[in-house]
């Protein structure tokens, strides 16, 4: 059974930097697009980044909001997904979720592309955690 499990959230002051953590378990192989996407209340949720975990491949959100402070890496021996964010912000303040899509079938930017546009058709996810960011 594939399972998502995210943690690393917590309470952290404006400026701050934090690390969340997705361990990934039950994949059967590589062909698979592991992504980070938060929600902030009232908000829809928004994808922030993903990697390809056959190839390495990563793809960034666009958002302005992010760019530049949030990145993705993954350790594929250790089966874990990565988000490091820096000089964190209180609109960062958001439940944090990863979330993964077969790419067996289409490219990975193509499957990115899919799950950014449209989180509510993704199946894989892992329970989130929350990232509080409050002097």
């Known amino acids: 059974e594939v399972q998502l499990q995210a943690s690393g959230g917590g309470l952290v002051r404006p400026g701050d930097s934090l690390r969340l953590s997705c361990a990934i378990s039950?994949?059967?192989?590589?062909?698979?697009?592991v992504a980070w996407f938060r929600q902030a209340p009232g908000k829809r949720r928004e994808g922030l980044s993903a990697?390809?975990?056959?190839?390495?491949?990563?793809?960034?959100s666009t958002s302005e909001s992010v760019k530049g402070r949030f990145s993705i890496s993954s350790d594929n021996d250790k089966h874990l997904l990565y988000l490091d964010m820096t000089n964190l912000k209180a609109e960062d303040t958001a439940v944090y979720y990863c979330?993964?899509?077969?790419?067996?079938?289409?490219?990975?930017?193509?499957?990115?592309?899919?799950?950014?546009?449209?989180?509510?058709?993704?199946?894989?996810w892992g329970q989130g955690t929350l990232v509080t960011v409050s002097s």
């Open positions: 979330a993964a899509e077969t790419t067996a079938m289409r490219d990975p930017a193509i499957t990115v592309g899919a799950m950014f546009r449209r989180p509510d058709l993704i199946i894989l």
């Open positions: 039950g994949f059967t192989d590589d062909k698979y697009a």
């Open positions: 990697i390809s975990l056959r190839d390495g491949q990563i793809f960034s």
